[in-house]
């Protein structure tokens, strides 16, 4: 497969993934109604963010596509996250389970890491190029336990 081809399938799975959930979620959204804590962005910043990280994932997995180094580890590693990255958004805008959203997203920051040692090990830039990844959902983390902590 020509790489171009590789690098667009590859950017197109997280964006359609993210985009589909998007949609799922957007009539449960009630960001504009919690109480926020501090540090909190607009509501606008989510969707532009989520569409970088989610353009980056695929780069970085392209990168490792493209230079067939994809196993099953990685492969595992890779589409694990990404479904555990798509359910905490219905897990705390639909269902409203934010204590358990503030847990399932501890566990995606652990598979994030997980996943960079392993992109690493096969391709430093794929590796490295997650990071911005982890350090948002170490930050989402931190405004998960803060709404619910504020908004119980």
Known sequence: MDKWKIYIKSILIPII???VIGIIVSQFMDYDVLQKPPLAPPSIVFPIVWTILYILMGI???ILKSQNKVDDEINLI??????????????FFVFK???FAFIW???L???????????YNKN???????IPYLLWVLFASYLNIAFYILNR
């Open 97 to 99: 389970w934010r204590l």
């Open 109 to 119: 920051a652990i598979l994030i890491i997980i996943m960079i040692i392993k992109f």
């Open 60 to 62: 970085s997995y392209g």
């Open 105 to 107: 997203i501890l566990l």
């Open 78 to 91: 890779y589409f694990i996250q990404l479904g555990v990255n798509a359910l905490w958004s219905i897990f």
């Open 124 to 130: 430093k830039i794929a590796g490295l190029i997650q």
């Open 17 to 19: 993934v993210g985009g």
